[in-house]
């Protein structure tokens, strides 16, 4: 498929190229499209340049499609039809929110990938005078363009952007439930407009307040008594639910089980999975802040 002034094409697209910059939330991924531009008959036609107009991309891979919006190309891109054929290049810009490329990266899967382009010009006529052939065709002209993204490409516009160094983890709070739990959702609420206004000692107080009041609730009532021992002492054999409702006391005794080869096969909701990432994430970026120094060495700990 080419871009054609009818009758007559003008511009084959070839090869692109695909790479990336930061932006505010986000990323830039920038597509530069090179072209073979042909020949054009000056002599007959009259001067005629191609402006391109935004470039609608879809991604292709394995497991699906997924529309990422339009490409715009860079403002006063004009490509100007030569006496004899050449070559030329535009850039196209489209902006992804890191949410869109983490849902492109979960239809990716590590697979190939494609893009799939509407590309698009308006021819646009420069002068034309009375000797000039009449009757020239100045109607928009379209071409589908795929091409395959090569995966270190890929990868290095992720590095580039950032996009390894934050995770996407969609947190739902909880908006309903039964009456028990009413009053810890509130808090919960109350713990997340006190982190907004940057009053941190109130979000945690907040979170505190809700999780004893889950507890006098009855969540956790499972466990014994004294719930430290219980849990130091029979760490590998708890179940879920128990290892779920002694999260307040020991996040690690909770992810315990799944570390071990001969633990039992439990089921684990994506739920599960985002509360150990973020978990995690958070006590690591906290760690710096209470690892000993070297003249206070480790003294304690928990056992595997």
């Known amino acids: 498929m080419s871009w054609n002034v009818h ?4 511009a084959d697209p070839t090869s692109a190229v695909v790479t990336g910059s930061i932006v505010a939330g986000g990323a830039q991924v920038h597509v530069d499209v090179s072209f073979r531009v042909i020949e054009w008959p000056w002599g007959e036609r009259g001067p005629v340049s ?33 006496s004899h054929s050449s070559t030329a290049t535009l850039r196209f810009t489209l902006s992804l929110s890191m949410a869109a490329l983490s849902a492109l990266e979960v239809l990716r899967s590590g697979g190939s990938l494609e893009f799939v ?18 009757g020239i065709n100045l109607q928009p002209t379209t071409t589908n363009y795929t091409f395959a993204v090569p995966n270190e490409q890929w990868l290095t516009l992720l590095r580039t952007v950032g996009f390894c160094d934050t995770l ?38 907040r979170c505190r307040i ?18 430290a021992k219980f ?6 054999a708890l179940s879920q639910s128990e290892r779920f409702s002694a999260l307040q006391v020991a996040l690690q005794l909770f992810l315990s ?48």
């Open 7 to 10: 009758p007559q094409n003008v």
């Open 50 to 82: 191609l402006v391109p107009q935004p470039a609608e991309i879809t991604a292709r891979t394995a497991n699906g499609e997924l529309k990422l919006g339009y490409a715009t190309p860079s403002p006063g891109s004009v490509l100007i039809p030569p």
């Open 117 to 134: 382009t509407i590309l698009t010009a308006h021819p646009f006529l420069i002068f034309r005078q009375s000797d000039y052939a009449p």
């Open 168 to 205: 996407i983890v969609e947190l739902r709070l909880p908006t309903s439930g039964p009456d028990s739990t009413a009053g810890g959702r509130r808090r919960l609420v109350e713990a997340v407009r006190a982190r907004d206004d940057g009053s941190y000692a109130e979000a945690l107080r």
């Open 210 to 227: 809700a999780i004893d009041e889950l507890k006098s609730a009855g969540f956790g009532g499972k466990a014994p008594s004294d719930v």
């Open 231 to 236: 849990l130091q002492d029979r760490a590998g």
């Open 257 to 304: 089980p799944a570390h071990h080869a001969n633990a039992p096969e439990e089921h684990y909701s994506r739920a599960d999975a985002e509360l150990a990432i973020a978990a995690t994430a958070t006590l690591l970026r906290l760690a710096p802040q209470h690892l000993p120094t070297e003249a206070e060495p480790a003294t304690g700990g928990a056992s595997k």
